[in-house]
T-cell receptor, first 111, second 114 residues
């Protein structure tokens, strides 16, 4: 599976957009980019995923560069409840039946 | 989390004793997974199941066994618990193992082995 690189921690002011970067320079053409988050003491929660195109849902937007070597998760209006560890993961469309979680980015939303 | 329940949520046991953690789902999903989470390691896959009686190993399967006798239940057993198995264990489910495979996680089971 392709490896991902994320900054260990980030801060964001409440109400501002949080932009979380992820580098996946060895990603293959058939691998999806997934984002999950884990709020303290809870199980991880799915946020969004994409293959080539940018994606948006009620939680966030995912921007994938044209060469697919990096992506950015955008939380448009961060709230205190968005404080969590955010995981960027890549995995192939077929074959592997699991997600390899790294150590993620700890996002702290500041009042 | 809705549709997926782990039990027990907390357990303290002694080295050498057997321990079984249960994951129960009401979503009728085909795939079920057991992960462990330790500081500095993120989540690591222990075992997963792709159907009743169909299971496979993950990256940290030594010392663990699993069973799935019906769709809704996936059991994780530590035959003889060791202190290195002190961890938080998460169960997850997914509808499919191919394509856009979204996992839904349970709330976790915290196990302490003394």
């Amino acid at each position: 599976d392709a490896k991902t690189t994320q900054p260990p921690s980030m801060d964001c002011a409440e109400g501002r957009a949080a932009n979380l970067p992820c580098n996946h320079s060895t990603i293959s053409g058939n691998e999806y980019v997934y984002w999950y988050r884990q709020i303290h003491s809870q199980g991880p929660q799915y946020i969004i995923h994409g293959l080539k195109n940018n994606e948006t849902n009620e939680m966030a937007s995912l921007i994938i560069t044209e060469d697919r070597k990096s992506s950015t998760l955008i939380l448009p209006h961060a709230t205190l409840r968005d404080t969590a560890v955010y995981y960027c993961i890549v995995r192939p469309q077929t074959g592997a039946n699991n997600l390899f979680f790294g150590t993620g980015t700890r996002l702290t939303v500041i009042p | 989390d809705a549709g997926i329940t782990q039990s027990p949520r907390h357990k303290v046991t002694e080295t050498g004793t057997p321990v079984t953690l249960r994951c129960h789902q009401t979503e009728n999903h085909r795939y079920m997974y057991w992960y462990r989470q330790d500081p500095g390691h993120g989540l690591r896959l222990i075992h997963y199941s792709y159907g009743v009686k169909d299971t496979d190993k993950g990256e940290v399967s030594d010392g663990y066994s699993v069973s799935r006798s019906k769709t809704e239940d996936f059991l994780l057993t530590l035959e003889s618990a060791t202190s290195s198995q002190t961890s938080v264990y998460f169960c997850a489910i997914s509808e499919t193992g191919v394509g856009a495979n979204v996992l839904t996680f349970g709330a976790g089971s915290r196990l302490t082995v003394l």
